[in-house]
């Protein structure tokens, strides 16, 4: 079992409606979770940032946590072609010291204009 | 500010050959980490630096894969005698490294092809 599971997809939705994306982790006493965006041939780049359990805003953006069903997931809301991209999920495993970052193979999302 | 720069962003290397991937972080960020990034997957961690100390080369998958960051700034992941499975994007992020959860800001990589 990987540590950092995602649907690869594609997931494909229509412009301005909301996108789902979901992760599952393996490792219990993990405290960090990450949302990147990769576009086609480019550098992650962070989108979200979430430490405790519920809902946080930014935007257009909702990341969602629940420890306890190890599960982080991201809405997007009134999707744009633009947010066309992989989405990769990232997670700080616990662990004295233990600061890189692990991540899920990451979902490619679709938005149809 | 500027952000994380890498060079070469392309290289071309021959089975056997030796390279050497450079990273220079943003100015003032104390942790360095390398990812390597295979077609498809999410980056897998490589190696992280805590200024000029290594403190984790768990992910190095060989000893021909090996990093430095002497002065605490620039660092280079080296890969001696090159094989055609690290054909790969080689990621280099940096963070601030002040402790707790912190977010790493991604280099453009350098894409290394191994024929």
């Known amino acids: 079992q990987k540590e950092v599971e995602q649907n690869s997809g594609p997931l494909s939705v229509p412009e301005g409606a909301i996108a789902s994306l979901n992760c599952t982790y393996s490792d219990r006493g993990s405290q960090s979770f990450f949302w990147y965006r990769q576009y086609s041939g480019k550098s992650p780049e962070l989108i979200m940032s979430i430490y405790s359990n519920g809902d946080k805003e930014d935007g257009r953006f909702t990341a969602q946590l629940n420890k306890a069903s190890q599960y982080v997931s991201l809405l997007i809301r009134d999707s744009q072609p633009s947010d066309s991209a992989t989405y990769l999920c990232?997670?700080?495993?616990?662990?004295?010291?233990?600061?890189?970052?692990?991540f899920g193979s990451g979902t490619r999302l679709q938005v149809q204009p | 500010g500027a952000g994380v720069s890498q060079s070469p962003r392309y290289k071309v290397a021959k089975r056997g050959q030796d390279v050497a991937l450079r990273c220079d972080p943003i100015?003032?960020?104390?942790?360095l980490f390398w990812y390597q990034q295979a077609l498809g997957q999410g980056p897998e961690f490589l190696t992280y630096?805590?200024?000029?100390?290594?403190?984790?080369k768990s992910g190095l998958p060989s000893d021909r894969f090996f990093a430095e960051r002497p002065e605490g700034s620039v660092s280079t992941l080296k890969i001696q005698r090159t094989q055609q499975e690290d054909s790969a994007v080689y990621l280099c992020?940096?963070?601030?490294?002040?402790?707790?959860?912190?977010?790493?800001?991604f280099g453009p990589g350098t894409r290394l092809l191994v024929l």
């Open positions: 630096f805590q200024n000029e100390a290594q403190l984790d």
């Open positions: 990232a997670v700080n495993p616990s662990g004295t010291g233990r600061r890189a970052l692990t």
């Open positions: 992020a940096s963070s601030l490294g002040q402790g707790g959860p912190e977010t790493q800001y």
């Open positions: 100015s003032g960020h104390v942790s």
